[in-house]
């Protein structure tokens, strides 16, 4: 990785550990023979988002019009500006740019496993929110990246005309956080302040926080009550709920260890 993709990471959040965790993740879980249709289908997202960002500048640009004389043929008949843009292309563009946010800014279209990997990139998401050490900044973004889950996810569905598209990851992005909302606050309130993101991937915590980390992909994958039935929910409260839930389940369990190892103890 160059000194310039390092660079990118670090903008999100992402340190050389959360790097390396990644990394181990993605290992574990794929092993390295899929890293190429890994990097393929990330390649493809941020193909599609280039593609669109071009068409978005483009049609910002002033449009010339011509004069009326110009814009008639022999017959005095009008004939259509080809400059200005139809309206179902501004559609297209939309549509195009709400697919590359609910699809992970990409990650969603890797081939295999796409909601482990937005699990992944939750992780990232998990340290910017921790990084500029506020409670109530984290709690509020927290909230609000789950009411973008819900629109974004249910504007997918009504384009890619399909209930819970397998591609969309925003849900499980919004939900890892949540995954981690017991911890964090347990720390705040005993300490009076913001754990740092390090702490979560420090030599001594690592291993606990890749345990919440699969914990949320076994609960989202075998759904217990009441995490399917909320798919049922409509439009994208239906793929963002399941999700939540999910991570208030690995709440429970990470509280329980808690409790019986005796952390909880004043």
Request: net charge negative.
């Amino acid at each position: 990785m160059n000194l310039e993709s390092v660079q990118q990471f670090a903008v999100l959040g992402l340190g050389v550990g959360e790097l390396i965790l990644i990394a181990v993740v993605a290992l574990v879980l794929f092993g390295a023979n899929k890293i190429p249709p890994f990097m393929r289908g990330l390649k493809q997202g941020v193909d599609e988002f280039k593609h669109a960002s071009e068409n978005l500048q483009d049609s910002s640009k002033p449009k010339i019009y011509r004069p009326v004389g110009e814009a008639l043929t022999t017959n005095n008949q009008t004939v259509e500006d080809t400059s200005l843009p139809a309206p179902e292309e501004e559609d297209n563009l939309g549509n195009a740019m709400t697919l590359w946010i609910a699809q992970g800014f990409g990650i969603g279209r890797i081939p295999f496993a796409p909601g482990t990997f937005g699990s992944v990139l939750g992780l990232g998401w998990f340290a910017l929110l921790l990084w500029p050490g506020d409670f109530g900044f984290y709690c509020a973004n927290v909230a609000a990246s789950i009411a973008a889950s819900v629109w974004f996810c249910g504007r997918a569905e009504i384009i890619l005309k399909r209930t819970d598209p397998p591609s969309v990851v925003l849900d499980e992005i919004s939900a890892i956080p949540v995954c981690f909302a017991g911890w964090v606050a347990f720390l705040f309130f005993k300490t009076g302040r913001m754990p740092a993101p390090e702490y979560f991937f420090s030599s001594e915590n690592w291993l606990w926080t890749l345990g919440v980390f699969v914990l949320f992909r076994v609960f989202d994958i075998a759904k217990p009550w009441p995490v399917r039935q909320s798919q049922r929910l409509p439009g994208g409260w239906g793929v963002t709920v399941d999700d939540i839930l999910a991570a208030l389940y690995v709440n429970l369990v990470v509280g329980a260890v808690a409790l019986a190892r005796g952390w909880l103890a004043a």
